[in-house]
């Protein structure tokens, strides 16, 4: 897997004398979650969270993580930050799976809840591959980074580097999913996640829903781009996302040249002048 195989790379950057069964060891954890082959849990079916989606964001949070150390950055991270840093990405929306009993529609459901939910889900797989629960804990702040309305200042991270972590991964999760080549042709796929979750949780949504139709949503999308995401990674997240420049300091960021080149593409279909 070519994503597994990056991750390694930046690991064995990183920590060249660290545990290089580390990586094959979580990734085959989180595939086998994600097929169906962990305890009483389902093969995942919601369509747009899904183990690509996973994959995504671990991919930029490994390119981040190594960026920030070829930049000598401080406080630097240590080998146990990085290994629960990609646990916690790798379990960050296994909020969507469903027990085998769970028959009424997909995980989408659980979008309301599905960062509790996979707070729950890291503790449980952690605590079954023998982790202590500080490390549980701080995988558990680390996933709650992810929640779209969170108030940072309420996570009481145990230490600067475990915040950095963190700010990383929530970073990691926008950015790997904005930049997807199909991103723009996924967003239906989205708002179908969201009209579900609307569906079941009934008087708990605002206006009923996040978004009125497809149209809604991809008609929001820049805004939530322009809005939501540049002030997200740029205040909340301490700009981390600019050690993906290559070079950097000043050189260009793969990502956010895939990103505004999605957000074009989005904003020609939709008939709007740059």
């Not at 930046?10 to 979580?26: E, K, L, T």
């Not at 549980?136 to 200042?153: E, F, H, W």
């Not at 008087?203 to 949503?217: H, P």
Request: with cysteine; hydrophobic share 40%.
């Amino acid at each position: 897997m070519a994503v597994q195989a990056e991750v390694q790379m930046a690991y064995d950057a990183m920590f060249p004398h660290g545990n290089r069964a580390f990586v094959s060891r979580v990734f085959g954890w989180v595939i086998s979650c994600f097929a169906g082959n962990y305890g009483d849990y389902q093969a995942i079916d919601a369509r747009y969270h899904d183990l690509e989606h996973t994959l995504q964001g671990t991919l930029c949070m490994a390119r981040l993580l190594l960026g920030r150390f070829k930049a000598k950055a401080e406080p630097s991270l240590d080998q146990r930050m990085f290994e629960l840093g990609i646990i916690a990405i790798l379990l960050h929306d296994t909020g969507y799976l469903k027990k085998r009993g769970d028959i009424d529609g997909t995980g989408a459901k659980y979008t309301l809840t599905h960062v509790d939910r996979s707070v729950e889900f890291a503790a449980m797989l952690m605590a079954d591959h023998g982790y202590s629960q500080r490390d549980i804990a701080s995988v558990q702040r680390m996933i709650r980074c992810t929640g779209i309305n969170v108030k940072l200042d309420t996570i009481a991270f145990e230490s600067e580097t475990e915040r950095i972590t963190g700010f990383v991964l929530g970073t990691a999760d926008l950015l790997g999913q904005m930049a997807a080549d199909d991103y723009i042709e996924k967003l239906p796929i989205l708002y179908s996640e969201f009209a579900e979750a609307a569906r079941f949780n009934e008087g708990k949504m605002k206006g009923g829903g996040f978004f009125g139709s497809v149209e809604d949503l991809m008609q929001k999308t820049p805004v939530f781009w322009d809005k939501y995401v540049r002030a997200k990674i740029n205040n909340d997240f301490l700009g981390l996302y600019q050690f993906l420049n290559d070079p950097y300091p000043d050189g260009p960021s793969w990502y956010i040249h895939r990103i505004e080149h999605n957000i074009a593409k989005l904003n020609r279909e939709l008939g709007v002048s740059a």
